[in-house]
């Protein structure tokens, strides 16, 4: 079993000229205790939590990525999860290939329909349906796949259209960046995993409900023609892992069972001190669940 590390949240501490020294000492730690993946969010406002929201401090993720991994040389460098309606598809595939070029080929690409309508609207983005959403997400990642190949000619889609998907350099991770398709949306996003993910993110909800989502992926492999076991499988715990340590990793061995290969934890104090104690308390027994 693999850890990730989820960078959500940049109000700890509280002084703005301590992000930067912090988020770089958080991915030292982390990468020195083999913490396979670091990933902030894709927000420009803080979300609503119980402590908090969009008053708080937020970094934009790829400009957040790019520090990252000029201070890293192993861990797999990625948002959880780029927002569909953020960036123009185009745009999005060179963005993830300049982070893929910089970081020795470490980037993956993950993506979901984006939901926050509060910073989209405050910030001007476009709010569509959620069903536009959807058609705009799997537009996205075809756009990427095509700019990720050989084919560097037109796309025509329905809300998307490139004369050329030219990207030059190409990436470096080979064969390109994994696909990383968040949620469990049974209808929709996990259909899209079957059909272009090289991974999927879902909440630990609980071992029941994960496997219930597995099911539901399952099926839809077997109706794109896909195989399932190719696709990794990870999920994100929310929920305090060092005052519940013993439940943690009770869970995460359950998780295994069902086939999951990463569980991402979250800081909730400051993150330097949170990435010590997993490195310390943590991750070591982690690694050793087969």
């Avoid at 990730?4 to 020195?32: C, K, M």
């Avoid at 909440?203 to 029941?208: D, I, K, L, N, R």
């Avoid at 109706?223 to 995460?252: H, N, Q, W």
Wanted: glycine share 10%.
């Amino acid at each position: 079993m693999k850890l990730g590390l989820h960078y959500w949240n940049f109000s700890t501490p509280a002084d703005p000229q301590l992000i930067a020294p912090t988020l770089a000492e958080t991915a030292r730690v982390a990468e020195q205790a083999g913490i396979s993946s670091f990933t902030p969010m894709d927000h420009y406002f803080q979300m609503r939590h119980r402590r908090g929201g969009a008053h708080e401090p937020m970094l934009e993720g790829y400009t957040t990525l790019g520090y990252v991994a000029a201070l890293t040389t192993r861990m797999t460098l990625g948002l959880m999860v780029t927002g569909a309606m953020y960036r123009h598809p185009g745009l999005l595939a060179k963005i993830v290939t300049t982070l893929d070029v910089l970081s020795g080929g470490r980037a993956q690409f993950g993506i979901g329909a984006s939901w926050y309508e509060r910073e989209q609207r405050g910030l001007g983005v476009p709010v569509v349906p959620m069903a536009e959403r959807f058609e705009r997400l799997e537009e996205t990642v075809q756009i990427c796949l095509q700019m990720w190949s050989d084919d560097d000619g037109p796309y025509r889609g329905r809300h998307y259209q490139l004369e050329e998907t030219l990207c030059v350099p190409a990436p470096l991770g080979r064969p390109r960046p994994p696909i990383m398709i968040g949620g469990g949306g049974e209808k929709k996003t996990l259909r899209l995993v079957a059909r272009y993910g090289d991974a999927c993110n879902l909440f630990a909800t609980g071992p029941e409900e994960v496997a219930h989502k597995l099911d539901v992926l399952r099926a839809h492999c077997d109706a794109e023609g896909r195989d399932y076991d190719a696709i990794e499988k990870t999920v994100m715990f929310s929920r305090p892992v060092l005052e519940e340590t013993g439940v943690f990793l009770a869970e995460a061995e359950e998780y295994a069972r069902l086939g999951i290969s990463e569980i991402q934890v979250l800081p909730d104090r400051h993150p330097v001190d949170f990435t010590e104690h997993v490195a310390e308390r943590v991750a070591p027994r982690v690694a050793a669940i087969g």
